[in-house]
């Protein structure tokens, strides 16, 4: 069975950047699959960061911006800030009202 | 303002079935599909699976065939889940997130429902 893989943590200085993939454990993904990103705070409902590849969702900086890189969604983030610690998530639409999230990025900000 | 609340933390039995309501509000209820996702404790986020409020069509996550099943309510615009056979490793947050048809992402996100199963 295909799964949805997120690098399990990342590390980032304050200001810097960082890119986040998600990829498929079966092929590639491409904007057809709709890849969307989310953040989550311990404790807090996910927040919507990125949908449809790129679109950023309503009152989100526009420091996060995603992506497709070679054969993986990818959300960058420019400017790195300490409360952009969190746990990201995507999740991918794999077709037939089917969906998928990947396993989550720690993101520690140091 | 668009809400999605849903009902109480449960306990039960393993064995037991579980069934977690939502209830939006704040926009056109048959216009959004709704997805359930769970996270058990310390882990990420598990799909579950999707209901169609205009048709009642469903789709769920091949995990959970034959144990899960959703429903809604047009007249009160609640979406239902309903999980049986409860063991301890569906103890975890269900949340409901609705997605505005045909835009394939989770627009807003219900509060989240603690099921804890134990003996």
């Known amino acids: 069975q295909t799964v949805v893989t997120q690098e399990p943590s990342f590390s980032v200085s304050p200001g810097g950047t960082v890119t986040l993939t998600c990829g498929l454990s079966?092929?590639?993904?491409?904007?057809?699959?709709?890849p969307s990103w989310y953040q989550q705070t311990p404790g807090q409902a996910p927040r919507t960061l990125i949908y449809s590849t790129n679109t950023r969702s309503s009152g989100v900086p526009d420091r996060f911006s995603g992506s497709i890189l070679g054969n993986k969604a990818a959300l960058t983030i420019t400017g790195a800030q300490a409360d952009d610690e969190s746990a990201y998530y995507c999740?991918?639409?794999?077709?037939?009202?089917?969906?998928?999230f990947g396993g989550g990025t720690k993101l520690t900000v140091l | 303002q668009v809400q999605l609340v849903q009902s109480g933390a449960e306990v039960k039995q393993p064995g037991a079935s579980v069934k977690v309501s939502c209830k939006a509000s704040?926009?056109?209820?048959?216009?959004?599909?709704m997805h359930w996702v769970r996270q058990a404790p310390g882990q990420g986020l598990e799909w579950m699976g999707i209901i169609n409020p205009n048709d009642g069509d469903t789709s769920y996550a091949h995990k959970f065939w034959g144990r899960v099943s959703m429903t809604r309510d047009t007249s009160t615009s609640t979406v239902y889940m309903e999980l049986s056979s409860l063991r301890s490793e569906d103890t975890a947050i269900y949340y409901c997130a609705s997605e505005k048809s045909g835009t394939y992402f989770l627009e807003y996100w219900g509060q989240g429902t603690l099921v804890t199963v134990s003996s």
């Open positions: 079966s092929g590639s993904v491409s904007t057809n699959h709709y």
């Open positions: 704040g926009y056109t209820f048959i216009t959004y599909n």
């Open positions: 999740m991918i639409y794999m077709g037939s009202g089917i969906y998928m």
